[in-house]
């Protein structure tokens, strides 16, 4: 499979169509800085938003505006703060339930399911439930046709591009798929948005 290859009109605006059913909020972009633009759009400023690691968000920028810009109460930044050791119940609590949570994804089919793998599963609480708001943004080449080429294009495309990062930034073996999220509907209007991106970008 091609695992980096922009999905057709055709198939982008069915699965489109099939998120729509499935209570998934969908934003096209026209590029890169449009995408950041939609999500700083939707997220109000002053908003409690934890941002997930996620090399799309590192990528656009949307990390560092909500990190650092003082725009933003920053559940990161708290974290990052804290003392794994001592506050670790505290920590897990402030990242399971922010406001919004924003991240990004690592397949999505052609019938509006998505699809999240994790080593630690750290993001998926917020996703799941937690979160009041999610935000997820996604290059439209992680668009598959159903949840065999969603797991396919997870451990054959996604893991082995995320442990060669994970070797670089934490000096470990690499990483493992332990956990995995599959969003089949959301129930609560509005709750998730999805912001598609025409460009390759993030694993």
Not at 33 to 44: E, G, L, M, Q, S
């Amino acid at each position: 499979m091609d695992y980096i290859k922009i999905s057709s009109k055709n198939v982008i605006d069915k699965t489109v169509t099939a998120l729509k059913d499935n209570g998934i909020n969908v934003h096209i972009a026209k590029n890169s800085d449009d995408a950041k633009k939609i999500v700083f759009n939707i997220i109000p400023v002053g908003a409690e938003v934890m941002t997930m690691t996620s090399v799309t968000l590192d990528t656009l920028g949307i990390s560092t505006e909500i990190n650092n810009s003082g725009n933003y109460d920053s559940v990161r930044k708290k974290l990052d703060k804290m003392d794994r050791k001592t506050q670790n119940d505290e920590m897990q609590k402030l990242g399971a339930a922010p406001n919004w949570a924003v991240g990004s994804v690592h397949a999505i089919t052609e019938d509006g399911k998505i699809m999240i793998a994790s080593n630690t599963g750290s993001q998926l609480p917020a996703y799941v439930y937690g979160a009041n708001n999610v935000i997820f943004v996604a290059g439209m080449h992680k668009i598959v046709k159903d949840m065999d080429q969603g797991f396919k294009r997870i451990y054959e495309h996604s893991l082995v591009l995320e442990s060669e990062r994970a070797r670089k930034a934490y000096g470990v073996l690499g990483s493992s798929v332990n956990k995995v999220l599959i969003i089949n509907k959301e129930i609560k209007p509005n709750r998730i948005n999805l912001v598609l991106v025409p460009e390759v970008i993030g694993f």
